[in-house]
């Protein structure tokens, strides 16, 4: 069986644009898509939601949580597309993380073990931070550059993107080794690595990622790796008629075609379904089941 993550990153609306939480409706509808089709997943939420949203928590008890920082915030080094998004100094990280598992821990019931970075930017500062709290795993990187470990690893403390000894291991998300330059009218350059997510299954459709998944299981053959895939979205992708599109500094991508993110997920499911032996796993179960 090939574990498949889905991960769903719980979150304000469009960071940083906007600090509604309209997306939070469409989890009950998206929970009961995945009891219909006997997935597990895991949802990274931001501990602002365990705060403000407990409610939300309520459908989300036969899936894993794992923390989105407090109020998806930078754990990384700032780049420029974050705009007004500012870095924070390694105390403030720190007590956004010990605030945020306290949080999602007092309204989910669970233990957290597990992180995503906000904007997908995480440092070596961080994850040190993440290991000493007792995190086990973090999942805030890409597959998607030759030379970079395509598997489920342990980083070096100093080079995230190395092996090396940390206890907790790193969990890539998936993303096309062999499609590096894709165009569409609504992406921005920085954004063409085919990455296995619900934004691309609304620009490309669901033929496109059914082919990044062949290349990554490819690759990850010829690399004599255990096949895994790890697929992410937002909360905020299940709003049929986002209100953010009426705002000229939202880029197009990230409401194009939110009105079919529904019935391309259902498709997708049931494609790769159809295609591979799978199982979709929470993080804890997938790392099991490949014995790491
Ligand atoms: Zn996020």
Redesign the pocket.
């Given at each position: 069986m090939i574990p498949v993550l889905m991960t769903v990153?719980t979150?304000q609306d469009v960071?940083p644009y906007f600090a509604s939480h309209e997306g939070l409706n469409y989890i009950p509808s998206l929970t009961a898509l995945f009891e219909r089709e006997k997935i597990q997943a895991t949802f990274f939420v931001t501990g602002e939601i365990g705060e403000k949203h407990p409610e939300v928590f309520e459908h989300l008890e036969d899936h894993e949580i794992g923390c989105?920082g407090l109020h998806?915030e930078l754990y990384g080094r700032k780049t420029p597309w974050l705009g007004k998004v500012h870095e924070l100094s390694l105390g403030e990280r720190k007590d956004c993380l010990v605030k945020a598992t306290h949080l999602l821990e007092r309204a989910s019931h669970t233990e957290v073990k597990g992180f995503r970075a906000?904007?997908f930017q995480i440092d070596e500062a961080t994850l040190t931070i993440l290991e000493e709290l007792g995190y086990g795993y973090d999942s805030s990187l890409y597959t998607y550059r030759y030379g970079w470990p395509f598997a489920v690893y342990h980083p070096a403390s100093d080079d995230r993107l190395a092996r090396g000894s940390m206890r907790l291991v790193e969990i890539p998300v998936s993303c096309d080794p062999f499609a590096d330059e894709i165009g569409h009218p609504t992406l921005p350059s920085s954004r063409r690595h085919f990455r296995l997510n619900l934004t691309f299954l609304r620009l490309f459709g669901v033929d496109a990622c059914i082919k990044a998944m062949e290349n990554i299981k490819t690759f990850q053959d010829f690399l004599h790796l255990p096949p895994f895939f790890v697929f992410w979205m937002?909360s905020w992708e299940l709003h049929p008629d986002p209100p953010w599109k009426n705002d000229p500094s939202v880029p197009a991508y990230l409401y194009w075609n939110c009105d079919t993110s529904f019935s391309l997920l259902e498709s997708f499911i049931k494609e790769i379904k159809k295609r591979w032996k799978i199982c979709f796993l929470t993080a804890p179960g997938a790392l099991r089941e490949m014995r790491i």
């Open positions: 990153d979150e960071a989105h998806h906000p904007y937002h």
